[in-house]
């Protein structure tokens, strides 16, 4: 019974859907989300580990915002797209001279600011890529604690992804997504305000993200 019942909604949605989309161009006009997953950070190759080891890394809840614009061309659509986000990846308590090159470190703000591009599956289904900037930050914990320091790494970097996006009405759409992100270029913000030169990294970053969000 809970099959069937379970087979029904489902079916119940995927007809419905279309015809809410229908109200006006699906995917189409300004649009904002709430965002939240799983997030991996870490080193990409040696050129930021301590020890040769390329296994170090930090892990934990992403969650953030974002906001996009959208055109609908028919079959296909184009937009363009940004994103605050956060997450709660730490690195393990021990001696602060182990990590992935940045010693002892917690996930801090991450910009993105970039483009997508996609095809329209059926009238209310979207699959998409995208690509673009993005500027993380690592906070710099205490010693063997969870406290954050007055100082920080920022990295640049560009990220790849791609997503399905599915229409809920004429405004209310989910989506899932995978993004990797490579950080090439670093700098330490100290408690002062001065900052050090750029210096090289090699930092990979991996996430899946769901998306839920309202377009007006």
Do not use: C
């Not at 170090?56 to 994103?83: C, H, M, P, R, W």
């Not at 990295?155 to 399905?164: E, Y």
């Amino acid at each position: 019974m809970y099959k069937t019942m379970t087979a029904g909604l489902l079916a119940a949605v995927t007809f419905a859907t279309p015809a809410f989309a229908q109200d006006k161009p699906a995917f189409n006009g300004p649009r904002v989300e709430a965002i939240l997953g799983y997030d991996h950070i870490g080193a990409g190759s040696s050129v930021d580990t301590d020890d040769g080891n390329d296994d170090q890394s930090v892990g934990g809840f992403l969650y953030g915002i974002g906001a996009g614009y959208d055109v609908n061309l028919g079959k296909a659509v184009v937009g363009a797209e940004t994103e605050l986000s956060d997450s709660t990846g730490k690195s393990d308590r021990h001696d602060f001279t182990q990590g992935f090159g940045f010693g002892r470190v917690g996930t801090g703000r991450d910009i993105y600011v970039g483009v997508r591009a996609g095809y329209l599956v059926n009238p209310a289904t979207l699959l998409y890529v995208k690509g673009g900037y993005t500027n993380a930050r690592l906070n710099i914990l205490a010693g063997d604690t969870d406290e954050e320091l007055d100082q920080n790494f920022d990295l640049d970097g560009w990220r790849v992804g791609l997503g399905v996006e599915r229409a809920l009405s004429s405004n209310a759409f989910a989506k899932i997504e995978y993004r990797y992100s490579n950080y090439e270029q670093a700098h330490i913000n100290f408690a002062d305000g001065s900052s050090s030169p750029d210096f090289d990294v090699d930092t990979d970053r991996h996430q899946v993200a769901l998306g839920f969000g309202y377009r007006f």
